[in-house]
C-alpha cells in the first residue's frame, strides 16, 4: 500500500503477479507514513515530514496513532484510550506458535478471528494455536512469560526469514520438534495456570506452505537492506516477480534471486521506471551491483 505523489487523501495499493517485470529507484529520506485512527484507517502526514533514523512516522503522527500503543504492547501497561482498552479486555486472543524454517519457533498473540491472517502476514511455514484468553493485556503476559522460555522467540527478522527461502521443509521433522516441546508440563505452567482455555492438546499444527505463491528456492537469495539508505542514495531494485511470503518480495534476475523486505520499504520514495528495466537485467544481477 502506497501513498501518491499527489493530494491523494487515500493510500493505493502496488499490485503485483508472478512474472511481472518491476524497476523502482528507492529513494530517501525517509518520510512519515501517516498515522492510523480507531478504525484502522490510514491518513497521511499533513506534513509529509522527514522522519528520524529508524523510524517510519513523525513525533506528531505517532503521537496520535491510535493503533500504536496496542502494537507496542507488552502487557505491563496499556497505554490505549479508554474505547479501545474496553474493546480489548472484551476481545478472545489466541495464544500461537508460528514455525520458520525446520527449527525457528515464534510465541505471538492475535484477536481469534483473524489469527490465520496473521501466520501468512508473518511468512510462517507452520503454526498452532496454543489456548485462547479474553483480553489482550492478559494475552500480551503469557507471549511474554512463554518467549522467555526455552527456544521460543517473541520476533524473527526478515533476513533471518529469507534464509529459509531455500530451505525444503520437513513436515515430520517439524511436528517432532514442536510436540517434544509441547509438553503437558509446559500447557500446565504456562497456560493453564494463567486461565487460558485450551481447546486440544497438543494443538492441531497447520502447514502455511498452500496459502503462498512462492515455492522453496534452489539457491539463496541476496536481501535488499535499506537500513543504512540516506537522504542522497538510491537504490535500483529491478527483477521478474517469483513471488511473496509474509512480507518478503522475491525477484528473478537472470539465475540469480533478490530479496525485498516490503516492512523496510515503509516511508521511502518508489519511482518507477520500466523503460531503463530490461536494460539492467541484459548487463547484470542487481546483486553484483550492491
Not at 92 to 104: D, E
Not at 122 to 146: P, S
Request: proline fraction near 4%; hydrophobic fraction near 35%.
Amino acid at each position: 500500500m502506497v501513498w501518491k505523489d499527489d493530494d491523494s487523501a487515500e493510500p493505493v495499493f502496488l499490485p503485483m503477479s508472478r512474472g511481472q517485470e518491476i524497476s523502482w529507484t528507492i529513494s530517501g529520506p525517509r518520510r512519515c507514513v501517516g498515522t492510523r485512527e480507531r478504525d484502522g484507517r490510514l491518513v497521511r502526514c499533513p506534513e509529509h515530514s522527514t522522519t528520524r533514523r529508524g523510524l517510519s512516522r513523525c513525533g506528531p503522527c505517532q503521537a496520535l496513532d491510535e493503533m500504536r500503543p496496542c502494537i507496542l504492547c507488552d502487557g505491563t501497561e496499556c497505554r490505549a484510550n479508554d474505547e479501545r482498552r474496553i474493546k480489548c479486555d472484551a476481545t478472545t486472543y489466541a495464544v500461537y506458535l508460528a514455525v520458520f524454517g525446520n527449527s525457528l519457533m515464534k510465541v505471538g498473540v492475535s484477536s481469534i478471528n483473524r489469527v490465520m491472517t496473521r501466520w501468512v502476514e508473518q511468512g510462517a511455514d507452520m503454526a498452532a494455536i496454543l489456548g485462547e484468553i479474553t483480553g489482550g493485556k492478559r494475552a500480551r503476559q503469557i507471549e511474554d512469560r512463554i518467549s522467555r522460555s526455552g527456544p521460543f522467540t517473541k520476533a524473527v527478522r526478515g533476513q533471518t526469514k529469507g534464509r529459509f527461502l531455500s530451505t525444503k521443509i520437513d513436515v515430520e521433522e517439524v511436528t517432532r520438534l514442536v510436540y517434544s516441546s509441547l509438553t503437558e508440563e509446559f500447557a500446565r505452567h504456562y497456560l493453564k495456570d494463567y486461565g487460558v482455555n485450551i481447546p486440544l492438546w497438543p494443538p492441531t499444527l497447520v502447514d502455511l506452505a498452500p496459502h503462498y505463491d512462492l515455492h522453496q528456492l534452489d539457491s539463496s537469495a541476496h536481501y535488499l537492506s535499506t537500513r543504512s539508505l540516506s537522504s542522497a542514495q538510491r537504490l535500483r531494485v529491478t527483477g521478474h516477480v517469483v513471488g511473496m511470503k509474509g512480507p518478503l518480495l522475491v525477484l528473478s534476475q537472470g539465475t540469480n534471486f533478490m530479496l525485498v523486505d516490503t516492512r523496510g520499504l515503509a516511508g521511502y520514495t518508489i519511482i518507477e521506471d520500466h523503460e531503463h528495466a530490461q536494460d539492467m537485467l541484459v548487463q547484470a544481477a542487481l546483486a553484483e551491483f550492491l
